[in-house]
């Protein structure tokens, strides 16, 4: 009963996804977002589309996941990657002022190709994780409610990565804004049913959340929002569906929508990582992926809400990765034709990827984050140095920072190997996340630094 009440709900959220879709799609409106008509998104259509796509399904999972563990600690550290929109806002009101059209469009006129491509290779490995994780809570959620079904979760996977692959590829980014409107305000609702019955339970208590240690205690909790703070700056300029949103419309609505967006998703991640701190004071063990814990702890119709919430947040994710990946193919990378069927031939790319990965064993959600966020750290130095003090970082510099945190990355992702172990710190996961990410900041501003300087000593001479 639960599974049908799931796929109902589920349901009727795709229908009205497909319904949403534009009917007619142009090549602007594909790649730019513009409505038939050619007008740009407004306010609340950019407002929602952003916070729909960034309290995506793994961001979810890992808000409740940190709550679990490391109490309102983990919860809050994950909080703090939404400091990302006024960040990001910040960089894309530089960069429009520069008179660039775009991130990469500022980096290649002081990189060049080299600089780009570096850029790019980051981003499409983003939005490739965008794609394996949402497909991937898909599984999780659907191996938890239908145990006795083999390969529920691969099966279900594959129906959401070709529903949601068949609306995207029919209007691109404009099909994606529409949409997300839709699933953003059915999200709302139904996470408000399940968040209200939360706060309404009898063992639930606001000053025990805001003071929880979590499962595991806080300690790590403290260390990840350290790691946090050092990686938010450059997070938001390596997640291409934000900066996408960044110029779509003029500057004053742009700069409004990340303000708005900031807010409202910040306050759903917090509300969120509640469910995963009550699950701990509670003293409900952990099972799969915290699915099974609240399957336990909440009546079904509360627990059917919850996984309907992710299941809207994981679709609304896709169809936006997507969108982002047919204009990075096309637009930037040049790959293939600037036409419908180019941008659709890179959906379909991207859509296979992530689905293929979903096969390889790794389930714990944050390293994809963490991955990502420590191999965008080099643009931190480049776009303090070059954006806001506007020294003239060379080259080589950029690639320096890049190559730092290339390593970082993948020193952390190898950090169960016995050589990349042997220089890290032995203490927890978390704990060498913020040595590597200090690390990398550390080369990154240093090469910037003395490349700009060395820059300024030579126009000096002429």
């Known amino acids: 009963m639960l599974e049908l009440a799931v796929i109902g709900v589920f349901a009727l959220v795709v229908i009205a996804s497909l319904a949403a879709a534009p009917r007619r799609a142009t090549i602007e409106g594909f790649f730019g977002g513009s409505s038939a008509e050619g007008k740009a998104p407004g306010l609340w259509t950019l407002v929602l589309s952003q916070v729909t796509t960034w309290i995506f399904a793994r961001s979810l999972m890992n808000s409740a996941i940190l709550g679990y563990y490391y109490g309102i600690a983990g919860t809050l550290a994950y909080a703090a990657y939404y400091l990302s929109f006024l960040t990001g806002g910040f960089i894309v009101g530089r960069i429009r002022q520069s008179g660039a059209q775009s991130i990469q469009g500022w980096i290649s006129a002081r990189f060049g190709r080299a ?270 140095c070059g954006l806001i003090m506007n020294h003239q970082v060379p080259l080589w510099s950029y690639m320096v920072s890049f190559a730092a945190a290339i390593l970082g990355a993948a020193a952390y992702f190898l950090r169960t190997n016995d050589l990349v172990a042997a220089i890290l710190p032995d203490d927890h996961k978390y704990v060498q996340l913020l040595a590597i990410s200090a690390t990398v900041l550390v080369v990154g501003f240093a090469a910037a630094l003395i490349g700009g300087a060395m820059r300024a000593r030579v126009a000096a001479k002429r």
């Not at 700056?233 to 742009?254: N, Q």
């Not at 807010?263 to 409900?284: D, E, K, N, Y």
């Not at 790794?362 to 480049?382: E, I, Q, R």
């Open 115 to 384: 600089g780009a491509t570096s850029y790019n290779i980051v981003i499409a490995l983003r939005l490739l994780s965008e794609v394996f994780a949402n497909l991937l809570v898909v599984g999780l959620i659907f191996s938890a409610i239908m145990p006795e079904v083999t390969g529920a979760g691969t099966g279900a996977i594959l129906v959401v990565a070709i529903l949601g692959l068949a609306y995207s590829a029919w209007g691109g980014l404009s099909a994606a804004l529409r949409t997300d409107v839709i699933q953003m305000l059915l999200f709302l609702v139904v996470f408000a049913v399940a968040l209200v019955a939360l706060v309404a339970s009898p063992e639930f208590s606001f000053s025990a959340v805001l003071t929880a240690d979590g499962a595991s205690g806080s300690r790590n909790g403290w260390i990840l929002l350290a790691v946090a703070f050092l990686q938010v700056f450059s997070y938001p300029a390596h997640d291409p569906v934000m900066m996408d949103r960044g110029f779509l419309s003029d500057e004053g609505t742009t700069r409004k929508s990340f303000l708005h967006a900031f807010w409202i998703s910040t306050l759903c991640i917090l509300a969120f990582g509640m469910f995963g701190i009550q699950a701990s004071l509670v003293g409900a063990e952990y099972s799969n992926e915290l699915l099974g814990t609240w399957g336990v702890m909440f009546p079904p119709w509360v627990f059917v809400a919850l996984l309907v919430s992710l299941l809207i947040s994981a679709l609304s994710t896709l169809d936006s990765a997507l969108a982002s990946a047919a204009r990075l193919s096309v637009e930037e990378l040049r790959l293939v034709p600037r036409s419908l069927t180019g941008g659709r031939v890179a959906m379909v790319v991207f859509m296979a990827a992530g689905a293929l990965l979903t096969l390889w064993g790794n389930k714990t959600l944050f390293d994809a984050v963490a991955v990502s966020g420590t191999a965008s750290m080099f643009l931190t130095p480049v776009l303090v």
